[in-house]
Structure formats: structure tokens, C-alpha cells
């Protein structure tokens, strides 16, 4: 069957390839433009001599105000001189501005060279008013002050009077006999020769008429700021008064890192784009990958510089590359036990952690256990509330000398009423309970979501073939979890090592030292002590990288949970004879772990002296609660937390639905890429990433965000941002990709199948997702006592204010009402997703 | 409508070839079927026509406009497809009738006209009666229609079908082929149809394409493909059929081993296989048939009689004959066999055929 | 005589100065940021004053713990100019660690009136005075079974264990008393309060380990103790030790000029001068902290006659403090917190 060949004709629309890489062309130009000009900037800057790049926008403006100010006040003072008054007014303020100059200069030869040259440079209709223009930048810049008082008096005179004035004040410059008006009188007083005549000439200056106001303040003020040294300041004046700062070259100056940044960045879009489309070799213009490219940017600004930017400063501390810092620091003994007792700690944690999480996973998950839904919740509450407060609530249970509990087991153990307790919280055994009872969520959230997952076929077909349920727990269900297992207890061993909370509270009494309690004292000893800091800090993050590389490497070979496409109902497990006495164990562990520390918190809240028990007369009150949510600052701190952490759960959402889309969807190389950034960015310990935040932020790197609002969500982000992750791309990856291509055949664009059909799809899963990133970001603490600027004070930031420098009662307040508050948005969700998916 | 060129398209995965210079063209508003076993790049085929995968090389034409090319590629969303998924592919968050809607939203079409064709296609279907349930109301055929209404909804120039019906019952399987048929008339569009079920290629296509292991073995009309296979891979996976070694003798083909022969005056020579469908074979009186042999085994399914009979040292040959027609026949009984026809394929040319299903 | 003529003398200069000051209050104005770590409460008091003082003056508190704000100063400092206008941070080691490095502007004070240590050039005056003592429940422990000084709240067995103290590290003023202690009795002392198991915590859990009765007796500032006597109506006592209580004055500061945020030198120098005076000094007290005034009689809730906690103060030398802070401090952490060899 010989098939026709046809004439192939090329109708118009392959021209689409050539418009798509002429348009890479381009942006890569304007890209590398930009990184010139950046750079241009940058020495621009440097040659100055100016302390400041906004030096440089100063002057511009300084020129038009210089201007306005001398036509309108200046020139028609100096025209109502008679001719022969003016020339002895003009000679004699060449004369003091010789002066000035000679004192700027330190050599009077020079200055008057300097002078004359920069008179000389002028074009001709403003040489003439050179001199009163530099005067007049000069003294507003650095002249002799006038107190607020005298101005109140000058702004004061009508416009005849004003006029009067000022022409006296020019007359007495030459002239020292002539009677001078009070408020110039007072100025003076006491005061003769150079300075006196400096004074009239500022008080001439300052006095313009009230409508054309003088060179303003604010904007003097701030070249002072900008320029400090005194050759600088001369260049400054020469070139305010020139005008030689045009708009364009003060822009790029002013702006010349940020302008270099975004070039850098569009050329490495441009590059990852040629790249894609290259691989794709289709040459069409597509939407999805600028979405991803913007997201990639954002993370390579906002999460990989700072942690980049730390590594790189703990080995090239000023510039050269020393392992000094490091070998000083991990050979000083203390800081060696911090070591020792971090790794003790995370890891025992870790595997404490986990051998409590996966039998109540297990028992909660998939089995008919009495009141299970309850303990569902119950047991994920501890992942609600901040780490701190339950530190604070075991130190009162479990010191060795007065805990309640440790005075319960001597009375139960009948040992010496005054005799030190059994248990000793502040010791290293008691760090690791206080963090397994705070972090085994974290191994419990992954392991019941993975045996959700879990095909049920697989389990009955191994009862069919006559194993007994635990049988087959061991035989298929545990094997079948174990690569979320491994994670689920990576994860706990991550967030235990780079914990500041608990250590803070329960180890320094102790002498139990861990490498983020040891990195906030050295942060607090100055510029040393910050790269110091950076050092130990790069440990944490070197154990986070292996620890999460061996993580994602043990779930991406073994996966065996099979997607089965519908999200089947896991069959329960009978217990039989054993339901009653587990229900009990179960419910036993969650009254030690959970409810005890939790009623110790409610308790002291009402509770006026500690010592005391709430039944003695006059000790319970609520006054704690009415002070702490009735004040100002409070409220404010609880709207910044909730916009802090919607703000920073929302964009979280987003960049984790376009990444696990690049992550599930496509075959590009290199698209584990993002999700590694995120999955280390939970693992660096908060407080590393506020010391990479503060450093990189500040505006050395074009992007200038300290002390606002902005970097504490940035901060929250990276810190964050895996949880909501992880829940996004297991729901992805339960979504028949044919859905998604048969919207796309119906002719809707990616956006719009997004928006459409995946994303409803997922919805329960995005709701939840966004808690996840919402409930730690709202109480976040040790990020936000380094990042705080007066008006984004947090929940957090005012429990730790609580805590360390008021009173007890009120910290345990707030630490209930931050718990009361989750709980209730907890409620929310749950009823927004219609009970398919809360923590 | 649109016709469908291929020309020269090679795909491979890795250094796996999918498919192997694969030329073919669909004419406008006819039914064509890729028939094949599953593996041979059958649906690999079709999501490259549908833009899903691209062509490592070689070139893909709708009426005279490339689609796909090495330089040239058109989205899937602008080829104006309608396409159902071997998974349905219907959205679960979706009533029937906005799944049906669906494509004409997008191309904001006004309400009236969505809804006047959305009826109009439902009753197709025979779901109008759905058109507010949600798809796991639905059963897999009503679902499965849903797909092919949402599919068709747009008039669109070329339809794309993935072995739609291979999770229905044999019963649904039946009424679906019909109905699948009736339409593609009604609208007169271009079909490609993908499936491993040779009744169903044969009942519906105006044309199969036979595909194993990326390569076409043969493209023509089903009764092209089933009386005049190109070789013994298109013979053996189109209807049943026996196949033996002789050598041709003399106006004969002399079967090695038992050594009975066949009349033969075809152009071959030498070694053969020959081709033999049991139903074309007859029981004849004795002396009147070709082949004599010793019936091994008979099993009666109530509108045949499907025997397997020993031509001597282990040769077999199965036949499938009316009940009536098969005289009484019973295990162990000495037959004559009567041969209307059978097909002669060249020995070396057909490669060990016994292995042709991978 | 000649005391009746200095005290003449003082009263006419107090007058006059609160002469001046009053008239000039209007025409202050602009904005004024102050860093400083004083209680919350007092801070809200004082703004209220300030404002009625000053009304067309913008003036903002920014509060934080000592170390933090330390932290946050360090940081600005890297970009050439601080976030605030004045500090009331720390103590005076601090001052001239900020004096050396030329972030200070030189303001006018009286300083006659002042009884404690200050900067002959203007640089720094102290305002508030922090009081270093010990501190018991009475209702858990009676007050001559507890050791009553320093040396032997440091080597008094009977208390093993059951005391608790401040981190030089974090708090400025432990670093101070820390520092003034080891000029007393020598580094040993560190050493023995290593032995002596001594708990480096927080203020107010110090406190509440009082309450519970799980600490005998602390070292903690007066002030904290004041305030919960006052507030809370608790019981717990001060001990002023008698080898001596450590008096730690926390100093006003202005920033210099052209590092300054708004560059208000003069609205600084007129709240200078408010603190510095009759009413600034009252809010001192209502702080529950001693005011460094020369002439004045009251003292903070509950607490003893200022001048006789003079008398007795182990006094700091605060170049010492501020030149060999980072021997002090590794000194400290050798003895004291790295735990013992097991």
C-alpha cells in the first residue's frame, strides 16, 4: 500500500522558533548590560570616596533645590544692594569661602587653585553664583547651628520685614557697627570675626522667604550621612552645584548592586531557558517555564545566597581562606561537649522518636483502636505548640528538687521527702525526652500519611495466605514502610539537632551545651563572634545535607508504596482480645506526654506565685490572662503573627505547587534540584539561617529587606516551606496524569489546567499543606528574637520576652493561648477540607 | 475533517526503539486502526499524533500542515483533537455535563450553543439522562461514554481513541464497537483506533495498520488483512491459524515429517510454511480430501466442533467446523480433511514466527 | 558652713537649669528613637511624660534584652549608622567600648548633681542604678540558716546546688558584678562557684525557682526582686550581702550626630536633661531602680537608703571591665560552665 507523498508546504507559524530565540538574544544583552552597568555603578561609587551609594541621589536633588533656593531667595537679596555694597558683600564672601575651603583643604594655596579651577569650569551665566551656591550646600551640610528657636523667630517676620532683615544681615557682614534685628543679635552673641560673619551668612542662608524654603533638612542631613570624609565633601559641593550628577548616573549608582543582581539573574534565566527549550528543542514560547524560572529565582535570592554566602564566610573569614576558625573552635573543650552532646541528643532522639511513632501510627492508623481519631489529633498536638513551652512545662515536672512529678514518684517510692528527685530534667537524658516528646511528630506525621497511602490488597493478600495481622505488620506493612520510615527519622534527627528552644531552656542550668545554644553566645560577642558563629553553624548544616541527601536517596530507590491511583480505604486491623489493654497504654503515654505538661501550663497561668498550689487562698487568678490579651502590644504582635504566617503560607503554597509540577511532571535534568534546596532549608537550624539573613540582606547584595517585615517571611519560608512540600507532592503524584492531558487536548493551556483540574484535584491537600507552613511560622521564636525590628514584633518574639525578663504565670498565659489558637484553626481546616485532611 | 500523514517517524527511548520508520497516511473521515500486541508502540503512535510525545525523528502532517518535525512543533491544545484515555480520563471534582462542556468552555463558546451541543452529544451516547451526576455515580461504560462525548463535544477534526473499551464486559464491548461506529458516520470524522483486540480492529476499521515491535507489517482493509496476510505474524495474529513446514514438489507441497501433500501451483519453491485456518478446513468422506489423519482430541462448544487431528509424526492440525458439518466426529477417529484454501509464506522471509508474540 | 554653701549653691543651679529647660520645651521637635532594655512599663510611663513634656517631640522607645540589643547595635554599626538617637543600654563598659569607637556625641549635664562615676568629656552619664544583691524566700528557707555575702554564696556548702545566677555572656549586668567580684577575690572565686553547682539562667526563672523552693538563694538585681514584692504582693526578701552589694549604673548615651538616625542633637540634649532631672529621676524610682541623683532622699518600693548602698558598694572598675571582658569571660565559662570532668 504505497502512500501518496504530499507537498509539504510550511505554512506561517513555524516562525514561532525564530521570535523565541531572538527574544533570548535580547534579554541575555539587557541581562549582561545590566551587570555592566551594575559594575560601573559600583566603581563609580568606590572612586568617590562617599560612604553611602544614595550619596549620589542626594546630589542630584541637591542641584535643583541649590537652584530654586537662589533665584528665588538668594538673587533678589543681592540685587537690592547698591552697586558698590554688592562688590564689598561678593569680595567678602569670596574671602570667607577662601577660608572655609583652606580649613576643608588644610592648605590655603590649594584651595584657591581648587577654586578658581572649579569657578573657571562652570559655563558663564552661573559662575557668578558659584559662590553663594557653595555656601549655601556648605552650611546646610555642615554650617554652624541655629537653635530651633531663632528659627521659630525667622519663619515668623512678614515678607517686608524678612526682606529688611536679610539685607542687614549681608551689610553687617562688611559693616560691624550696624545695629543688628534681636534675632540675629542673639545668634551672635558673644561670638566676633570669622565665626560671627559665618553666623549672619547662615542665618541669611536659613532665612529664605517662608514660601521658598531653604536647601531642605532632610535632604542635607542625609548627604551629611552619605558623605563623611572631608575631601569627599569638597568633591561633593563642587559636583552639587555643577550638576554634574546626572539622573541616570545617580539612578545606577544608587541602585547599583540591585541593578547587578537582577542582571546576574536574567542571565541565568535566559541560560536555564535555552537550556530547556533546547532539550525540548520545540521552541515554544510556554508560560510554565517562566512561572518556574521566577520561582527558581526566588529561591536562589532569597534561600541559597544567605546559606551559600555562611559557608563561604566561615572559610574565607576576612577574605582568606583559613581553617583557623575551625580548628580554634571545635578544639576548644566546650565547644567539643556541645558537639558531642548535639549528636547524642539528635540521634537518640531520632531513634526514640521513631520507636514511638510507628506503633502509634500503626495502632492510630490502621487499626480499630478505642477513641483513635481522637489520638489522632491528640498526638500531632505537641507539633502545634512551640518547642519552648513544653521545655517550660517539663522544668517545672521534672527538677530534681521540687517537680511535682519527681515529689509524686518519691512519695509513690517512698525515698526522703527532701531528698533530690529521681529524675533530673537538667541533664542530657532530660534534653532527649523534651525533644523526642516535641519532635516525634514529625516521624508520626510521615509514617501515617505514608500507610494511608498504602495499597490494602497487599496486606490481604498475605492474610489470604493465612498470616495473622501481626504477621503480617511485620512481614509486609513494615518493610513495605521502611523507606518512610528512614525518612520519617531523618527528619526527627534534623529538626533535633538544629533546635535552639529546648536546649536554651533545659541545658544551659544543667552545663548541657548543644551547638545552637553555643552559637547564639558567640553571636552575642560582636563582629568576631558572628563569624565564630557562622563556623559552628556549618556544621549543623554539613550533618542536615548528608543526613537529607541519604534521606531522599533511601525514598527515591525503595519506593514501593504503590500509587495506586484512587486513594483506597485502608482496611483496620481487628485487635480482638488486644483493643482494651492498648487503648489504655495508648492513652496512658498520651496523658504523660501530652496532657500533663499541658495542664502544668494551664495551672501556672493561673497561678500568682509560683511556689504556691492554685488551691491556696488568693492564688489563682485571671489576672494573668486579662493583662496579656488586653494589652496593646499583644494584640499588634497576634495581628503580625497571623498575617506573618497566612503571608508566608500562601506564597509557600504556591512555590511548592509549581515545584512539585517541575518535580513530578516533567523530565528536565536537574528538577530534584528545587526540592533538595527546600528539603535543606528545614534542616539548616533557624538560627543559621537568620545569621545568613542578616548578613546577606542588608543590601550588600542589591536587596536591602533588614528590619522589615519582609525578611522575617523570607526567613519563615525556607525554614518552613518542606512540610507543605511534602504534602503537595504525594497528593500530585496520586493525580492520573491523563487527567491533565485531556484538559490539555481540550485546549486549555497549562495555567488554566492548573487552575482547572489539578488544582481542585489537590485541593484538601493544599488547605493542609498551607497549615503546615502556617502553624510554625505564627509561633515562630529563635528566627524571629534575631530578625525583630519595632514593628514586626511577634507572638513568638513577645513568649520569649515573657519567659526570660517578666513573670512565669504570664509566659505560660500566652503559651496557652498560642495553643488554643492553632487548635481552633486546626478545627477550620478540618471542616474546609471536609474531614479528608487535618493533622 | 483532516487526514493524517506520518512520514518517517522513528521514536526511541533511551536507545530502546519504539518505533521504526513508520509511514502512513489516514485519509479524511476514514477509520483507521493501530492493531498490534501490546509493547509494539501502538499507543506510542497515537500520543505522538496527539502531541503528548515527540518524534525522535521524522515528520507528522495534519491535511498538508507539519505538526510535528524536528524544528516544527505544534501544542497539543492547538491540533483541534478530541482524544479518549485508556483510563477515561474523566474529571472526578466535575458533573457529567460540565466534563462534557469542558472543551467548549474553554473556547468560550455562549451558553446556549454549549448547551444545545452537550445535549445533542449526551443523547449520542445515551446519557442525557446523566447529564447532572458526578462520574463515580457513573458505571465504567456510562463513564467510558462520557469520555467519548467530551471527546466529540467539539467537532473536532480528528478523534484519538487508547483502547477505550478494554475495561468493559464482553457484552458492553459488543454494543460500544456499534455505537462508537454509528457516530464516527453520523459526524463523518477521522478516527485513529488503538487496540490489541483483533475482533474489535477488525469490526470497526476501515482500515488496520498490523504493528509489531515499532515496525507496520502490513496496512490494508480487515478482509485484505485477514485473507491476505503479509506474513506469517499477520496471519497468526488475525484469526486462528496452524502453520507447517513443507517443501513444493512438483505442482505440490510435500509436508516434511508426515509427508502428505498439498496441491500447490503458486510461484514459490523450495522450503515453505504453510498457513492453515481451521475453518477452512472440512471433513470429507474418504478419499475425496487432501489430508488423513487420526482426530487427537474434540471438544463440542455448542455452535462448533474444535478438534485437533495427528497428520502422522506429531504434525497437527486443528479444525473448527459447523457441528453439523463434522459427521459425527470423536476422539481417536480416522478422518479425511478437506482444504478450501491456505496461505504460503516463504521460510527463510518469516524468521522464527514462534516467538513473534513478545 | 561651706556644706551649707555648696548645698545653696546646688538648689540654685537645679533651679536654674529646670528654669531653662521648661521654657524651651515647645519649639523641641522632629523625631527621637531610644534603644534600651529598661522594664516595659517604665518605658510606657516615661513616653507618656515625655509627650506631655515635649508635645510637638516624635519620641519612639525600641525594647529588647541587653544582649540583643547589643547584638542588633553590632549589626547596624557594620553599615556605618545606628538605628536609634540615644540608648539607655548597659552599663558603662559598654559606654566606652561605643566612646572608643567614635559612635558617641558629647552632651551637657551638670555633673555635681551626679553621685556616681561619668564621662569627664560628656560622653556618658549614668541615669539609672541596677543593685546587685542576693535574694531568698523567706517562707521556704529562714534568712540566718542562708550564707549573706558573696564569698560565701560561692563556698557555703549548705546551699550546693540550690543556687542560681545571671550569664555574663548575655546580661551586661552579671558581667559587671561577675567582673567586680573577680577583682575582689580573685578568679578562685569562679572555681568556687563551679563547685557550688551555681545555675546560669534567667531573671525571672531564678525567681520562680525561689518560689518553688528549688533554688535557696540567688544573685539577681534588686530591682527584679522590688518589683515582684510590689506587683505581686510575693514574699521574697532581699539579702544585702556584707562584703558588699555591687552598684551597677546603666548610663544615657547619644549617638553621634551624623550616625545618629534622625540627627535631633538638640530634642537629645533636651531629654538628657529631662532624665537627668527632678521628674526624669522619679520614674527611675517608680522602676524600682536607685536614681543617681546627688540630693535625692526617696528610693525605689521597699528598698534601703541609696546612699548607705554607696557606702557599701563593692564598686566596679569599669576600664577593667570593658579591657579584659574576654578573659573575665572564658575565666568564667572554664570554672563555671563547662561541666565538670565526670
Same mark, same amino acid.
Given at each position: ?49 562617599? $560612604?553611602?551609594?544614595?550619596?549620589? +541621589? ?8 541649590? $537652584? ?15 552697586? @558698590?555694597?554688592?562688590?564689598?558683600? @561678593? ?22 587653585? $581648587? ?60 559693616? #560691624? +557697627? ?7 543679635? &542673639? ?25 521658598? #524654603? ?105 577574605g582568606s581562606f583559613t581553617l583557623e576558625t575551625f580548628t580554634r573552635l571545635y578544639t576548644y573543650p566546650m565547644n567539643w561537649s556541645a558537639l558531642k552532646n548535639t549528636l547524642i541528643a539528635a540521634s537518640a532522639t531520632m531513634v526514640l522518636g521513631t520507636l514511638l511513632a510507628f506503633p502509634l501510627a500503626w495502632l492510630v492508623g490502621r487499626t480499630n483502636l478505642y477513641g483513635r481519631k481522637f489520638f489522632r489529633s491528640l498526638f500531632v498536638l505537641t507539633y502545634m505548640v512551640p518547642p519552648y513551652v513544653g521545655a517550660m512545662a517539663w522544668l517545672r515536672l521534672l527538677n530534681p528538687n521540687v517537680g511535682d512529678m519527681n515529689v509524686f514518684l518519691r512519695t509513690l517510692f517512698g525515698m526522703a521527702p527532701d531528698a533530690t528527685g529521681p529524675i533530673n530534667i537538667y541533664s542530657l537524658g532530660g534534653l532527649i525526652w523534651v525533644l523526642t516528646t516535641f519532635y516525634y511528630p514529625y516521624a508520626f506525621i510521615t509514617i501515617s500519611r505514608a500507610m494511608e497511602k498504602m495499597d490494602p490488597t497487599l496486606e490481604e493478600a498475605s492474610r489470604i495466605s493465612g498470616a495473622s495481622p501481626l504477621k503480617t505488620l511485620f512481614t509486609v506493612t513494615l518493610p513495605m514502610m521502611t523507606p518512610s520510615l528512614i525518612a520519617g527519622a531523618l527528619l526527627v534527627f534534623v529538626c533535633a ?69 484512587? =486513594? ?117 537550624? +533557624? ?72 488544582? %481542585? ?8 499543606? !498551607? ?12 528566627m524571629t528574637t534575631l530578625l525583630y525590628s519595632n514593628t514586626t514584633k511577634t507572638i513568638g518574639f513577645q513568649l520569649y520576652e515573657y519567659w526570660t525578663f517578666t513573670s512565669q504565670p504570664q509566659a505560660c498565659a500566652m503559651a496557652f493561648g498560642i495553643l488554643i489558637i492553632v487548635v481552633a484553626l486546626n478545627f477550620v481546616l478540618n471542616k474546609l477540607t471536609k474531614g479528608e485532611f487535618s493533622i | 475533517m483532516a487526514s493524517v500523514t506520518i512520514q518517517n517517524v522513528t521514536k526511541a527511548f533511551g536507545n530502546s526503539v519504539v518505533l521504526d520508520k513508520f509511514n502512513a497516511t489516514f485519509e479524511n473521515g476514514e477509520f483507521v486502526t493501530l492493531l498490534g500486541p501490546s509493547g509494539c508502540g501502538k499507543t506510542t503512535m497515537l500520543r505522538i499524533i496527539a502531541g503528548f510525545e515527540k518524534p525522535t525523528s521524522g515528520s507528522v502532517l495534519f491535511d498538508d500542515r507539519v505538526v510535528s518535525s524536528g524544528k516544527v512543533f505544534l501544542q497539543p491544545e492547538k491540533r483541534d483533537i478530541g482524544m479518549v484515555f485508556q483510563s477515561y480520563a474523566v474529571w472526578p471534582h466535575m458533573t457529567v455535563f460540565d466534563n462534557v462542556a469542558y472543551p467548549l468552555t474553554i473556547k468560550k463558546q455562549d451558553k446556549a450553543t454549549i448547551r444545545k451541543k452537550v445535549e445533542r452529544v ?9 447529564? $447532572? ?17 467530551? &471527546? *466529540? ?7 484519538? *481513541? ?16 456499534? #455505537? ?90 523450495? =522450503? ?11 471433513? &470429507? ?63 527463510? @522471509? ?9 | ?67 540583643? *540589643? ?97 550569664? %555574663? ?104 536633661? !529631662?532624665?537627668?532631672? #527632678? ?5 527611675? *524610682? ?57
Open positions: 500500500m504505497k502512500n501518496k507523498s504530499r507537498p509539504q508546504a510550511q505554512l506561517g507559524d513555524n516562525r514561532e522558533p525564530a521570535i523565541v530565540k531572538t527574544a533570548l538574544a535580547i534579554a541575555l544583552l539587557v541581562g549582561v548590560l545590566m551587570i555592566a552597568a551594575g559594575v560601573m555603578g559600583m566603581n563609580a561609587f568606590t572612586a568617590s570616596g562617599f $560612604d553611602s551609594e544614595d550619596g549620589f +541621589s542626594h546630589l542630584y536633588h541637591m542641584k535643583r533645590a541649590l $537652584d530654586t533656593h537662589y533665584d528665588t531667595a538668594i538673587a533678589p537679596a543681592l540685587d537690592s544692594l547698591s552697586g @558698590e555694597e554688592r562688590a564689598q558683600t @561678593e569680595d567678602k564672601l569670596d574671602a570667607m569661602l577662601l577660608a572655609c575651603w583652606a580649613e576643608l583643604m588644610g592648605d590655603e594655596e590649594a584651595a584657591r587653585a $581648587d577654586l578658581d579651577a572649579f569657578v573657571a569650569s562652570l559655563p558663564e551665566k552661573e559662575q557668578d553664583s558659584a559662590t553663594m551656591k557653595l555656601f549655601d550646600v556648605a552650611f546646610a551640610v555642615d554650617g554652624p547651628k541655629v537653635s530651633s528657636k531663632i528659627k521659630k523667630q525667622l519663619s515668623a517676620m512678614d515678607d517686608s520685614e524678612r526682606t529688611a532683615f536679610r539685607r542687614t544681615l549681608l551689610l553687617a557682614l562688611t559693616d #560691624e +557697627s550696624i545695629g543688628l534685628p534681636d534675632a540675629a543679635a &542673639a545668634a551672635t552673641e558673644g561670638k566676633e570675626g570669622a565665626e560671627r560673619e559665618r553666623i549672619l551668612l547662615q542665618l541669611f542662608l536659613i532665612s529664605g522667604s517662608a514660601v521658598s #524654603e531653604s536647601v531642605p533638612t532632610d535632604l542635607a542631613n542625609s548627604l551629611k550621612k552619605a558623605v563623611r570624609k572631608d575631601t569627599a565633601r569638597i568633591e561633593a559641593y563642587k559636583k552639587a552645584v555643577a550638576g554634574s550628577v546626572g539622573f541616570a548616573l545617580q539612578f545606577i549608582v544608587s541602585h547599583s548592586r540591585t541593578i547587578c543582581m537582577l542582571g546576574i539573574l536574567l542571565v541565568i534565566d535566559v541560560a536555564l531557558l535555552f537550556f530547556l527549550l533546547g532539550a525540548d528543542h520545540s521552541w515554544h514560547f510556554d508560560m510554565k517555564w517562566i512561572i518556574i524560572l521566577l520561582i527558581i529565582d526566588f529561591m536562589l535570592l532569597f534561600q541559597m545566597l544567605p546559606l551559600i554566602y555562611l559557608v563561604v564566610k566561615a572559610f574565607f573569614p576576612n539537632a538544629s533546635c535552639y528552644g529546648i536546649p536554651s531552656i533545659i541545658g544551659a542550668p544543667g552545663k548541657v551545651h548543644t551547638v545552637t545554644t553555643r552559637i547564639i553566645e558567640y553571636y552575642g560577642l560582636g563582629t568576631q563572634g558572628l563569624n565564630d558563629a557562622t563556623g559552628l553553624a556549618v556544621f549543623l548544616m554539613v550533618i542536615a545535607i548528608i543526613v537529607l541527601y541519604v534521606s531522599d536517596v533511601v525514598m527515591a530507590k525503595k519506593q514501593y508504596i504503590t500509587v495506586s491511583g484512587k =486513594s483506597t480505604r485502608p482496611n483496620t486491623v481487628d485487635l480482638r482480645g488486644w483493643r482494651v489493654p492498648l487503648t489504655v497504654m495508648v492513652s496512658l503515654f498520651a496523658v504523660i506526654v501530652i496532657l500533663i505538661p499541658f495542664a502544668t501550663i494551664l495551672t501556672t497561668s493561673f497561678k500568682v506565685d509560683v511556689g504556691k498550689s492554685l488551691r491556696d487562698p488568693g492564688n489563682f487568678t485571671f489576672g494573668q490572662w486579662t493583662l496579656i490579651f488586653s494589652r496593646q502590644e499583644t494584640l499588634d504582635c497576634l495581628k503580625n503573627s497571623l498575617i506573618f504566617g497566612a503571608v508566608t503560607a500562601t506564597v509557600g503554597i504556591v512555590i511548592a505547587c509549581v515545584m512539585s509540577y517541575l518535580l513530578q511532571r516533567t523530565h528536565i535534568r536537574g528538577r530534584k534540584l528545587p526540592d533538595f534546596m527546600i528539603t535543606l532549608g528545614s534542616g539548616t537550624p +533557624s538560627v543559621v539561617i537568620a545569621l545568613g539573613l542578616i548578613m546577606t540582606m542588608k543590601g550588600d547584595f542589591g536587596v536591602n529587606i533588614y528590619n522589615t517585615a519582609y525578611i522575617m517571611i523570607v526567613a519563615y519560608l525556607i525554614k518552613y516551606l518542606m512540610m507543605g512540600m511534602r504534602t503537595v507532592v504525594s497528593a500530585m503524584s496520586q493525580i492520573h496524569v491523563s487527567l491533565e492531558e485531556c484538559s490539555q487536548v481540550s485546549g486549555a493551556s497549562w495555567l488554566r489546567t492548573m487552575f482547572k483540574i489539578t488544582g %481542585p484535584l489537590i485541593f484538601p491537600s493544599i488547605a493542609a499543606g !498551607w497549615f503546615l507552613i502556617f502553624i510554625p511560622s505564627f509561633y515562630e521564636l529563635s | 449526551l443523547s449520542a451516547v445515551h446519557l442525557i439522562q446523566y447529564a $447532572d451526576r458526578i462520574p463515580s455515580q457513573l458505571s465504567g461504560g456510562q463513564q467510558q461514554r462520557v469520555a467519548l462525548a467530551r &471527546a *466529540l463535544v467539539a467537532e473536532p477534526a480528528l478523534l484519538l *481513541l487508547d483502547e477505550p473499551l478494554s475495561n468493559l464486559d464482553a457484552k458492553l464491548r459488543e454494543s460500544m464497537r456499534f #455505537e462508537i461506529k454509528e457516530i464516527q458516520k453520523e459526524y463523518g470524522i477521522t478516527v485513529v483506533y488503538v487496540t490489541h483486540d483483533q475482533t474489535e480492529a477488525m469490526a470497526m476499521s476501515d482500515r488496520i495498520v498490523v504493528i509489531n515491535r515499532g515496525v507496520i507489517q502490513q496496512i490494508g482493509s480487515p478482509r485484505e488483512i485477514y485473507t491476505a496476510p503479509a506474513n506469517p505474524f499477520v496471519a497468526d495474529f488475525v484469526g486462528k491459524i496452524e502453520f507447517l513446514e513443507g517443501e513444493v514438489r512438483d505442482g505440490a507441497i510435500e509436508l516434511t515429517g508426515c509427508g502428505q501433500r498439498l496441491p500447490y501451483k503458486g510461484p514459490l519453491t523450495g =522450503s515453505v510454511i504453510v498457513g492453515i485456518r481451521p475453518e477452512q478446513v472440512q471433513y &470429507a468422506a474418504a478419499g475425496e480430501g487432501e489430508l488423513t489423519g487420526m482426530v487427537r482430541t474434540h471438544f463440542y462448544l455448542g455452535d462448533v466442533d474444535d478438534c485437533r487431528v495427528d497428520l502422522g509424526e506429531g504434525k497437527e492440525l486443528r479444525v473448527i467446523a459447523d457441528p453439523y458439518m463434522s459427521m459425527g466426529v470423536a476422539a481417536g477417529k480416522q478422518v479425511t480433511l478437506k482444504v478450501r484454501s491456505f496461505h504460503v509464506f516463504p521460510k527463510d @522471509e518469516a524468521g522464527d514466527f514462534r516467538k513473534i508474540l513478545t | 558652713m561651706k556644706k551649707l554653701l555648696a548645698l545653696i549653691l546646688c538648689a540654685a543651679l537645679t533651679l536654674g537649669v529646670a528654669a531653662t529647660s521648661l521654657a524651651v520645651n515647645e519649639d523641641v521637635e522632629g523625631k527621637v528613637m531610644i534603644y534600651t532594655s529598661m522594664y516595659q512599663f517604665v518605658i510606657d510611663m516615661m513616653d507618656e511624660a515625655l509627650a506631655k513634656e515635649f508635645p510637638n517631640l516624635d519620641v519612639e522607645f525600641f525594647y529588647g534584652g541587653t544582649g540583643s *540589643l547589643q547584638t542588633k547595635l553590632a549589626g547596624e554599626m557594620e553599615t556605618g549608622t545606628l538605628g536609634c538617637d540615644m540608648m539607655l543600654v548597659a552599663e558603662p563598659a559598654y559606654s566606652l567600648e561605643l566612646k572608643e569607637g567614635g559612635w558617641l556625641e558629647p552632651m551637657e549635664a551638670d555633673g555635681s548633681k551626679l553621685r556616681f562615676e561619668y564621662d569627664e568629656e560628656g560622653y556618658w552619664y549614668p541615669v539609672r542604678v541596677c543593685n546587685m544583691v542576693l535574694a531568698y524566700n523567706p517562707e521556704k528557707y529562714s534568712a540566718d540558716e542562708l550564707p549573706n555575702s558573696f564569698y560565701d554564696f560561692a563556698n557555703d556548702e549548705s546551699v550546693k546546688g540550690m543556687i542560681s545566677m545571671g550569664n %555574663p555572656l548575655t546580661s551586661g549586668t552579671t558581667m559587671a558584678a561577675v567582673a567586680a567580684l573577680s577583682d575582689k577575690y580573685g578568679y578562685d572565686y569562679f572555681k568556687a562557684l563551679g563547685n557550688n553547682g551555681v545555675m546560669i539562667e534567667s531573671g525571672s526563672t531564678a525567681l520562680a525557682k525561689l518560689q518553688t523552693g528549688e533554688c535557696k538563694l540567688v544573685m539577681i538585681l534588686e530591682e527584679s526582686v522590688l518589683k515582684v514584692r510590689k506587683e505581686e504582693g510575693s514574699q521574697l526578701a532581699c539579702i544585702y550581702p556584707t562584703d558588699g552589694n555591687i552598684m551597677i549604673p546603666s548610663t544615657v548615651m547619644t549617638v553621634a550626630e551624623d550616625r545618629s538616625a534622625n540627627m535631633n542633637i538638640e530634642a537629645c540634649q533636651a531629654i538628657t536633661d !529631662w532624665l537627668l532631672s #527632678e521628674d526624669g529621676q522619679q520614674y527611675i *524610682l517608680e522602676g524600682y531602680m536607685h536614681s543617681v541623683f546627688a540630693g535625692m532622699k526617696d528610693v525605689p518600693y521597699d528598698s534601703i537608703d541609696t546612699d548607705g548602698l554607696i557606702a557599701t558598694d563593692m564598686g566596679v572598675d569599669w576600664v577593667r571591665c570593658y579591657t579584659q571582658r574576654e578573659e573575665i569571660r572564658t575565666q568564667f565559662q572554664e570554672s563555671v560552665t563547662i561541666p565538670e570532668k565526670k
